[in-house]
């Protein structure tokens, strides 16, 4: 096995966001309150979830990957300090404060999960998938990430290493994916709509532009 636990040292310190959670009871109170009085219909907010899940929240990251793909004195600030080269392009704000990007390599395949409860960055990537916040996500991440990503639908040759970040409220991973082939000479645009949410968490790649066509 040829993966290694980047647990933090501190692990000991990792908190629960209690305001996360207030906040997500107070959500859930307010969503039935008003489907009770006939003010919202429940399919219609899950729309919503789903689409700052999957489209307008991860587009953030995607234009800060497409950038570092494509600026590499910005690739080289995002590595060395990532919470303001983030800042840089207007994105942060709530729990996008301490952010590190891992750089995937051909070597090496960077995956994101928070064990312990479900930190996430926020500002680059939106609101967590359902998934991210699930025991079996959070353990099986750890324990057999091969498995993991062959779920995900994708397997890595053999000699690629898989490191896995275990996030906590402090600090908060955004896997930079390998660029993809054939993309010589696309713009940050054409480059940023072949990132997908999961090629940020690491569990998935960045899509080719066959994909898209
Ligand atoms: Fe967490």
């Not at 489209?55 to 570092?68: E, I, S, T, Y």
């Amino acid at each position: 096995m040829v993966h290694d636990h980047d647990h933090s040292d501190d692990h000991g310190d990792h908190h629960h966001d209690n305001q996360y959670s207030d906040m997500q009871a107070r959500v859930k109170a307010l969503e039935t309150l008003l489907t009770d009085k006939g003010l919202i219909d429940p399919a219609a907010i899950d729309a919503i979830v789903d689409t700052y899940e999957t489209k307008v929240g991860p587009r953030n990251g995607a234009k800060v990957v497409a950038k570092a793909w494509s600026d590499r004195a910005f690739a080289e600030w995002l590595k060395a300090d990532a919470t303001a080269a983030i800042a840089s392009l207007g994105f942060a704000g709530r729990q996008g404060e301490h952010m590190r990007a891992v750089f995937n390599t051909p070597e090496c395949h960077n995956m994101v999960v928070c064990t312990l409860c479900s930190c996430y960055p926020w500002a680059v990537l939106g609101l967590p998938p359902v998934w991210y916040k699930a025991p079996a996500y959070r353990s099986r991440a750890v324990i057999d990430p091969r498995g993991v990503l062959q779920e995900f639908g994708f397997s890595l040759p053999d000699g690629v290493k898989i490191r896995v970040w275990d996030s906590t409220a402090e600090l908060r991973y955004l896997v930079v994916p390998l660029r993809p082939v054939g993309t010589e000479g696309f713009s940050e645009e054409q480059l940023a709509d072949l990132v997908t949410r999961d090629a940020m968490i690491g569990t998935g790649l960045a899509l080719v532009p066959e994909d898209i066509r």
